[in-house]
């Protein structure tokens, strides 16, 4: 029904960016909330980013306000996650996420991508 397909993941130095790009195939694309998360080394997957399907709503874990950007074009049926100031801490597999609304959950995942930034 949703299929999702990250890429733009990497090695970067500290400081540096990346662009994490998610295309959706999905007829209801416009109605889908979505989110990105990661997942470290023996850590439990956490929400970085979310945005609503109106596009107008938006959020951010506490960790990467200010350096993370999501945003999402519609047309072009893909999601972004714009990552500056990169810290080594940022290191994760990185999956995107959506959920048709009314759901609470997301229900449908990508396959990750793998950041990681050198210190």
């Known amino acids: 029904q949703v299929q999702l397909v990250e890429s733009g993941g990497g090695l970067v130095q500290a400081g540096g960016s990346l662009r994490l790009s998610c295309a959706a195939s999905a007829r209801t694309f416009s109605s889908l909330t979505l989110g990105w998360f990661r997942q470290a080394p023996g850590k439990e997957r956490e929400i970085v980013a979310r945005?609503?399907?109106?596009?107008?709503?938006?959020f951010y874990t506490d960790s990467v306000k200010g350096r993370f950007t999501i945003s999402r074009d519609n047309a072009k049926k893909t999601v972004y996650l714009q990552m500056d100031s990169l810290k080594p801490e940022d290191t994760a597999v990185y999956y995107c996420?959506?959920?048709?609304?009314?759901?609470?959950?997301?229900?449908?995942w990508g396959q990750g991508t793998q950041v990681t930034v050198s210190s």
């Open positions: 945005i609503a399907w109106t596009g107008g709503s938006t």
């Open positions: 996420a959506a959920r048709l609304w009314p759901a609470t959950e997301f229900a449908y």
